[in-house]
């Protein structure tokens, strides 16, 4: 069991990039057979996969969302990170790292138009 926690901001405008961060502890990020995902939930909607990073750093995206999503870590600091840009309000969603069983807080992103 992992704990993650979440950081970012939770308001941004469109066309801008968002940039989460999960801080993962009582693991690594390298630890073999981990994987390390994000997914979000718009208001109303069930969940929806973003892109996901093996514990090998292969990174894997939605391909609906490919085009704008980058997944990458900092292992010294055992962080992983998502990065979506051009950013719309249709993007607006609670958005959650998770790791098998474990999940962060999630954060509410609202991006305005």
């Known amino acids: 069991q992992v704990q993650l926690q979440q950081s970012g901001p939770g308001l941004i405008k469109s066309s801008q990039t968002l940039s989460l961060t999960c801080t993962v502890s009582?693991?690594?990020?390298?630890?073999?057979?981990?994987?390390w995902k994000w997914v979000r939930q718009p208001p109303g909607k069930g969940l929806e996969w973003i892109g996901s990073?093996?514990?090998?750093?292969?990174?894997y995206y939605n391909p609906s969302l490919a085009n704008r999503t980058s997944i990458s870590w900092d292992t010294s600091k055992n962080q992983f990170s998502l990065h979506l840009n051009s950013m719309t309000p249709e993007d607006t969603a609670v958005y959650y790292c998770?790791?098998?069983?474990?999940w962060g807080q999630g954060t509410q992103v609202t991006v305005s138009s």
């Open positions: 998770l790791s098998r069983g474990d």
């Open positions: 009582g693991g690594s990020l390298t630890t073999n057979g981990y994987y």
């Open positions: 990073m093996l514990y090998s750093g292969t990174t």
